[in-house]
């Protein structure tokens, strides 16, 4: 067999190394993203909790740090010349960054304002001192747990309107230790949509949960539409593919839902 030259073999692992490297920096891009959206995603679906303003803090620094990292990783991708990248690797890093940026605004605002939920407000002059059981303390404390049993996200959809109503309602309005801050916090959360057009108008204190509740309800409860949806939905039913279990489920739920209305 033909040997190598010194020279080809040098060139050889010259051309390993680049190729390593040029792999290197799409996976190490492709490993921040996917963990800077892990990390938003277990954010944005975890339960509500009892959490302390200093844990707060450091899930701020946390998704802070994620997103400088994958920066980083993502200027490295734009730096690399293209004739060393595959096709539409930059177009596609890109378009991936931009998802991150969403979640990234999405995922610091919920944070934040969670913070100035936990957060005691500062009083000018200092409260006079009260002394207090540790029963007591509790019970006055600020509170965005919430059963386990939650409500679905509401779209805007009038079909949907008195199921998420009720369970909006037992959920939350009916929580004896939620401040009228924190159910309108929730409700920018269970509301997407049309509807969450609506409750994003109002500005996150006590004074506008019962306004952006009264704007939902008047937008929603309007008697004709309500009557006229359920008809419609009713009228144009779709046809029964198999005969399966949830065939039936999902038939027998959107009946119940249009008569409950």
């Known amino acids: 067999d033909k040997q190598s030259t010194p020279a080809e073999a040098t060139r050889s ?12 920096i799409i996976s190490k891009f492709i490993t921040e993203s996917d963990s800077f959206i892990r990390y938003c995603t277990r954010f944005q679906t975890s339960p509500i909790t009892d959490i302390t303003e200093s844990v707060l803090n450091i899930k701020l620094e946390s998704v802070n740090n994620l997103w400088a990292r994958l920066l980083t990783a993502y200027d490295t991708v734009l730096d690399t010349d ?8 930059k177009a596609s890093a890109t378009a991936k960054c931009d998802n991150c940026r969403d979640q ?3 995922t610091k605002g919920m944070i934040t304002e969670q913070i100035s939920l936990v957060r005691p407000s500062r009083a000018t002059t200092p409260p006079p001192r009260v002394v207090t059981t540790q029963k007591e303390d509790l019970d006055k404390g ?11 996200v509401f779209n805007g959809c009038y079909d949907q309107w008195p199921s998420f109503r009720d369970m909006f ?14 159910k309108l916090y929730h409700l920018r959360y269970k509301t997407k949509g049309e509807a969450g057009s609506i409750v994003k108008q109002f500005a996150l204190n006590d004074e506008n949960f019962k306004l952006a509740w009264e ?41 119940t839902n249009c008569l409950s209305v």
């Open 142 to 152: 600020m509170y965005l747990k919430v059963p386990a049993c939650d409500t679905e």
């Open 13 to 24: 692992k010259h051309g390993t190394k680049q190729k390593r490297s040029k792999d290197h």
């Open 215 to 255: 704007a939902l309800v008047e937008g929603y409860e309007n008697e004709r539409v309500m009557i006229e949806n359920p008809i419609k939905i009713l009228l144009h039913l779709p046809k029964i593919q198999q005969e399966t279990s949830q065939e039936f489920q999902n038939l027998h739920s959107t009946v």
């Open 104 to 106: 990234y605004e999405l």
């Open 82 to 89: 293209d004739a060393e990248l595959p096709e539409n690797t």
């Open 169 to 182: 309602t037992a959920v939350y309005i009916n929580h004896p230790k939620l401040s009228q801050a924190q």
